[in-house]
Structures are given as C-alpha cells and as structure tokens.
C-alpha cells in the first residue's frame, strides 16, 4: 500500500493515512502496529520518514510507543470532563450512560502526614479523618480516591456508607458546604500497588488529581488525591486571554 504524491512531505501522508485508517476503522484502539521495518516497507518510505510520523502521532496521542514492546494505536478516554466546574464522579461517570459504583477500603480517623497539615492548615494534634474508595463504572475500577477530611469537624462514631457523596457526607455530619476548590493535575507511571487495584495494563500511566476544597467562610475542609486511568479519563480546561 504504497503512498502517492510529493507535493507533500512523505511523513504528513503517513499521518493522514493512520488517522484515516482509525476513523474508518480499519485500525482500532488498542490495535498493535507491525514492526517499523515492515511498516515502512508497506507504506514504501524509509524508517526515518517513518519515526518522523510516529513522533507526531505520539505527541498528538493518537499512537503509544511502548519500549521494547512496540507502538499501539491509542484508546480514546472513556470519560472527558473540563475541571472548572466541580463535578462529582458519579455523576461524571451517569453522564457517559454507565453505572456508578464504590468499593470502600477504609474510614477512620488517623494521625496526618506534612501534606495534609499543610493543605489542611491543621495543628500537630490534630487528626483527619480518612477516606479511601475504588470508584466503578459498570464495575469496572476507574479511580481509586484518597480523601481526608480535618478530624475536629466529623463528630466521634460518624459512618461513611459507601454509596454516599462525601460532599453530603459532610453536609450531613459537620454542616460543611464546598465553595470552592484550588487543583492540580500530574502524571505517574506504573504504580505498584494503586495501577494494579485499577487493573491497569503494565505502561498505562495514572492522572493523578489533587483537590484542595474550601468552604463558604475559605477554610480548607477537604484535601483529596484522585488516581485517574490515564486510558479512562481526560480533563480539559477552558482558557480566557486577559485583555490589555
């Protein structure tokens, strides 16, 4: 299947041609592409045009290249969600037609870490209140959430239910409402523990979403660290140029 023309550079035509074989769905997500050197030779380009082409398709992550394993037409995120507005993920995940699902791991109160006291603004005596849960989509895990919450405003013997919003959580139970929220967003690779319990493939890198949440009067109430399927979920944000 040899390309034609050279009004254009080789490798833009080998760009579109994958991305035209992916709308067309000849070449499907997931889909492992054949080695450079027969890839290129069915394409009738060097390997370097070839390498060019899947650079770009990699920066466009359209393609994965995995090292010593090969490169990979890239899965489309399931969820996709802009992160101004604070949208909970159930209903993130109700919006995508799916069911909603929580296994919970643990609730209690636990002494904090540095990170905490500082997101949290808490004394050395102080506790937090310990949240961790596995969220599902048609019971499959997607995110797996860390959340802590100042120890002071959940009443002694308060029980999490695993269903419930934490959000009403604690509306309920420490009369807190969320304002507001400051958020940033990095990525991991391959984590021992948290990409196995999200049964993610070894190479697929985590979204890592950390929250800290303020109340009506701006008092931080909730620090939340989010692991997000990096092959699930993609965020977007809406950007405004200042005027001069």
């Given at each position: 299947m040899s390309l034609d023309g050279y009004q254009r550079s080789r490798y833009l035509l080998i760009i579109e041609k994958i991305k035209k074989d992916i709308e067309s769905g000849k070449l499907e997500p997931g889909e492992k592409l054949p080695s450079e050197y027969k890839l290129a030779k069915d394409l009738g380009v060097s390997r370097t045009t070839l390498r060019e082409a899947l650079r770009i398709l990699e920066e466009?992550?359209?393609?994965?290249?995995?090292?010593?394993?090969?490169?990979?037409?890239?899965?489309?995120?399931?969820?996709?969600?802009?992160?101004?507005?604070?949208?909970?993920?159930t209903d993130m995940i109700k919006m995508e037609g799916k069911t909603p699902g929580t296994r919970l791991l643990f609730s209690d109160y636990v002494d904090p870490i540095d990170e905490d006291k500082i997101e949290l603004k808490l004394s050395d005596q102080e506790s937090v209140f310990l949240v961790k849960r596995i969220r599902t989509a048609n019971n499959d895990p997607m995110i797996y959430c860390i959340d802590k919450i100042p120890g002071h405003l959940i009443p002694q013997g308060s029980e999490f239910e695993k269903e419930e919003s934490l959000f009403h959580f604690m509306d309920d139970e420490a009369a807190v409402t969320i304002s507001y929220a400051t958020a940033f967003i990095e990525t991991i690779g391959y984590h021992e523990e948290i990409s196995k319990i999200l049964?993610?493939?070894?190479?697929?890198?985590?979204?890592?979403?950390?929250?800290?949440?303020?109340?009506?009067?701006?008092?931080?109430?909730?620090?939340?660290?989010?692991?997000?399927?990096?092959?699930?979920?993609?965020?977007?944000?809406?950007?405004?140029?200042?005027?001069?």
């Open positions: 466009e992550s359209i393609v994965i290249r995995k090292h010593g394993i090969g490169t990979f037409i890239n899965k489309k995120p399931i969820f996709s969600s802009g992160i101004e507005e604070l949208i909970s993920i049964e993610c493939e070894k190479g697929t890198p985590l979204l890592v979403l950390k929250q800290t949440h303020y109340d009506l009067h701006e008092k931080p109430v909730l620090y939340s660290i989010n692991f997000f399927r990096a092959d699930k979920f993609r965020f977007s944000v809406f950007r405004k140029r200042l005027k001069f």
